[in-house]
Each structure stands twice: as structure tokens, then as C-alpha cells.
């Protein structure tokens, strides 16, 4: 899927490149000469988003609005530089993310807090600030109009509570960043998705995000587009896979409450067991070490929200 992939309707997938192919989509919606794009990768992606905005036909001046789904970096790290390079854009993300996008020094601190300096620097390079008045904050209920077509915007915590969703009402579609989990492409079999949650480092509320997916189910929506990895349909399935998977983390979780020093390695290693459990389930063709490879970060970063969870309790 590596590149530009069209999926109808005016929606695109493009590859951010972040850390590597078929991980992080930036999406573009276009609708009558005007562009959105969904989620930004970090300050490298954009070289991508102008490529393919080229090969669509669309101008840098065409792009109205930058949404974002959240403001955790791998979502969030290009929008200073996509704000630059688009000159009639606004951004709009979630009322708590709004701030830090103007001054994103504490945003870049938190991420050097949970990847270490070093690696947050060569992930994301320097974050560069919004202008406050090309940000539009995304409360629940606002509808936004791309050449007449309305977007509209979900509140949906769980997995972190600045996150947002966007439904796109022509194609009854939901943009999903990290609520409705991952599915890599990878997994597929015979076209048949998997889906795994996303826990996150220091915002995981399982409640939340039982609530906030079933909030999107009930819209009956067509398909959902993951930052981690574009377009799933069957979405009832998949849904019902999300809300057990969550269960199986939180009973992980809370099977090494008292674990100590040793609770975040226990725990990762029984998210390792679920993986190959799931990869059983669905009949993956990955070997275990591919599969290790594709999941390794993912399964840290769950393993650690699941930890700063039990401690937030």
C-alpha cells in the first residue's frame, strides 16, 4: 500500500513514512477542488502529502483544514509545517491539544519523557508552532464544510482525552486516528482485517473507550479509516474484537496490580501472549519475529499505558 491508494468517495490514504511503510496514514479527503487532510505523520511526511496532493491535482493553496485526531506526535509532529506549507489551512484538533499546538514546548517534553530525548529528536525533529488564530478547536458536535461536504466531529477519549474522530457524512465514514485501535496490513488474510487496541502511555481509560467506540457504532458508519493502517470495513466484527481486546488488556493489567518493579515487563509479556493468541485467532501469515517486528513499539507503549493506568487508579 506503500505510496497514494484511493479508496472512492474522494478519500485517500498516504503514507507518512513514519518509521517505516503501511504504519502511519495521513488521509486526504477532496471534494469539488478542495482538500482536508486527516492526521500529519511528522515534519518528514509532508514532502509526501505534496506529492500526492500533486498527483491528484490539488494545489498547496487547496487544503482548507488539518485535522487532527489527537496531538500525540505521530499524528501530530507535521502540523506546524503543514500549516506553513498550506496557506488557507486551519487546524483543528481537540480543545485540550489547541494550546500546545501554539506552544508545543511541554508536548515535545511529555514525548521526550516516554522515548528519551535522543529518539523523540530523530522521530520528530523540532515541532514548529501554530499561529493561534489558524486553529479552529474541535468540540463535539461541530460540523465543518469542505465544499459542502460536512465533516463532524466526535469527542472520543479512551485513548487519550484530546482525541477526536471525524465523521465524513457523504461516504458515512469515520476517520479514527488511535479509538478504534490499529490494523495493519500485514495481517490481512484473504482481505479479512484484524484489529488491536491502543492503550497509550499516560491517558488509557478503558471505559471511555468501550463508550466512545459504541458511540461510532451507533452511526451505522461504512468503514473506518485508521491512522494505523487506512480503510477497515466490517466494521460491526471488528468493533466487538475492540471492546474484548480491551477487556483481555485491562484483565492483564490487573492480574500484575501488585507485581511492583516488575509490573510493566509482566504485563508486556501477557500482551505478547495475547498477540500470538490473536494471530492464531485470525489465521496470520507473519511469522513471529515479522510479526514481533511490526507490533514491538505498539506493544511497549500499551504495556506502559496499561502501567501509568494501575498507578492512576
Not at 29 to 43: F, Q, S
Not at 65 to 88: C, K, S
Not at 104 to 109: D, I, N, T
Request: aromatic content about 8%; hydrophobic content about 40%; overall charge negative.
Amino acid at each position: 500500500m506503500q505510496g497514494l491508494s484511493a479508496f472512492g468517495n474522494g478519500i485517500y490514504a498516504v503514507d507518512s513514512g513514519y518509521t517505516g511503510t503501511d504504519v502511519a496514514a495521513i488521509h486526504l479527503i477532496e471534494e469539488g477542488g478542495r482538500a482536508a487532510l486527516v492526521d500529519t505523520g511528522n515534519n518528514d511526511a509532508l514532502v509526501h502529502v505534496e506529492q500526492a496532493l500533486a498527483e491528484t491535482g490539488l494545489s498547496p493553496e487547496a487544503v482548507d483544514y488539518v485535522l487532527l485526531t489527537h496531538i500525540h506526535l505521530d499524528h501530530a509532529g507535521g502540523a506546524g509545517a503543514f500549516i506553513r506549507a498550506f496557506p488557507n489551512a486551519k487546524l483543528v484538533v481537540h480543545p485540550r491539544g489547541a494550546r500546545h499546538m501554539a506552544e508545543p514546548s511541554k508536548l515535545f517534553a511529555g514525548v521526550s519523557a516516554v522515548y528519551g530525548p535522543e529518539r523523540a529528536k530523530a522521530l520528530y525533529g523540532e515541532l514548529i508552532p501554530v499561529p493561534a488564530d489558524r486553529i479552529i478547536e474541535a468540540t463535539d458536535g461541530l460540523e465543518l464544510s469542505l465544499a459542502g461536504r460536512t465533516i463532524r466531529v466526535f469527542d472520543t477519549p479512551g485513548h487519550a482525552r484530546h482525541h477526536v474522530c471525524y465523521l465524513d457524512t457523504k461516504s458515512r465514514s469515520f476517520f479514527t486516528g488511535d479509538t478504534f485501535g490499529l490494523s495493519y496490513r500485514q495481517f490481512d488474510v484473504d482481505g479479512r482485517p484484524s484489529i488491536f487496541p491502543t492503550t497509550t502511555p499516560v491517558q488509557f481509560e478503558p471505559d471511555a473507550m468501550h463508550d466512545s467506540i459504541r458511540r461510532m457504532e451507533a452511526e451505522q458508519p461504512v468503514a473506518m479509516y485508521l491512522t494505523h493502517y487506512a480503510q477497515v470495513t466490517d466494521v460491526p466484527r471488528l468493533a466487538a474484537d475492540l471492546h474484548r481486546l480491551i477487556d483481555a488488556h485491562v484483565a492483564i493489567a490487573e492480574r500484575h496490580a501488585g507485581a511492583g518493579e516488575a509490573r510493566k515487563q509482566l504485563i508486556e509479556d501477557d500482551i505478547w501472549a495475547l498477540v500470538a493468541e490473536e494471530a492464531k485467532r485470525g489465521g496470520w501469515k507473519t511469522s513471529e519475529a515479522e510479526t514481533r517486528r511490526i507490533l514491538a513499539l505498539d506493544v511497549e507503549l500499551n504495556a506502559q499505558g496499561l502501567d501509568v493506568w494501575l498507578g492512576s487508579r
